[in-house]
């Protein structure tokens, strides 16, 4: 047995869920802040210097560095793609009540973005609310543009042209709100024009 000597403490300072690259899923972890003591039999007496913090997940025993904590969650970028498709549709449309194949459309659109169960009624109750608040969809869509690829932003926005075409050519408010959302997006002006013509 070593009778003197250094040992690193760790001890919890923080908890919370975390995306865990091993298990492939949301997880719970712990953070933890480390510390060199000098020891003497085992028993910690004179801390050291701190060695920093890692998260460790409580499902494997996986440690990661705590820029981790920027990588949205599972739950978290469900969320992001839910709310932005559902106000991006929202957005696009005139703020009269939508015909039937826009509405089908957009109901459509807005339950395969993780919305089960949203109908014609909760898509009346949104729209209303949507023209009655601030009307902006920036940060949702920023949210979400975050965590799609290229291929990802133009197929997310071509299913929101299609929502505005289902009934007829684009007014020059939808494309302007179009231009709007595939600015968010990262999308260039002149791509855009090519998706709407490709849509």
Same mark, same amino acid.
């Given at each position: ?8 403490? @760790?001890?919890? %300072?923080?908890?919370?869920? %975390?995306?865990?690259?091993?298990? =492939?899923?949301?997880?719970? @972890?712990?953070?933890? +802040? ?26 494997? =025993?996986?440690? @990661?560095? %705590? ?21 991006? %549709?929202?957005?696009?449309? !005139? ?15 807005? +339950? ?6 949203? +109908? ?28 799609? !690829? ?8 071509? =299913? &929101? ?6 009934? =007829? ?8 709100? &179009?231009?709007? &959302?595939?600015? @968010? ?15």
């Amino acid at each position: 047995m070593l009778i003197l000597g250094t040992r690193t403490v @760790y001890r919890t %300072v923080g908890r919370g869920i %975390v995306l865990c690259e091993r298990c =492939g899923g949301d997880r719970p @972890y712990r953070r933890r +802040s480390g510390r060199h003591w000098w020891h003497v039999l085992g028993v910690p007496l004179v801390p050291l210097d701190r060695t920093g913090e890692h998260l460790r997940c409580a499902a494997c =025993g996986t440690c @990661y560095r %705590v820029d981790l904590l920027a990588v949205p969650t599972l739950e978290q970028m469900r969320e992001a793609l839910r709310a932005g498709t559902t106000t991006a %549709v929202l957005a696009v449309l !005139d703020g009269d009540p939508p015909s039937e194949a826009v509405a089908r459309r957009a109901l459509d659109l807005v +339950s395969r973005a993780g919305a089960d169960g949203f +109908s014609a009624a909760d898509l009346a109750l949104a729209q209303r609310e949507f023209a009655q608040g601030p009307g902006e969809f920036g940060p949702d869509l920023e949210r979400l543009a975050v965590q799609l !690829d290229w291929y990802a932003k133009e197929w997310f926005l071509s =299913g &929101i042209i299609g929502v505005a075409r289902a009934d =007829g050519p684009l007014s020059a408010r939808q494309r302007a709100v &179009i231009g709007s &959302i595939a600015q @968010y997006l990262g999308i260039s002006q002149k791509r855009a024009q090519d998706v709407i013509r490709l849509t």
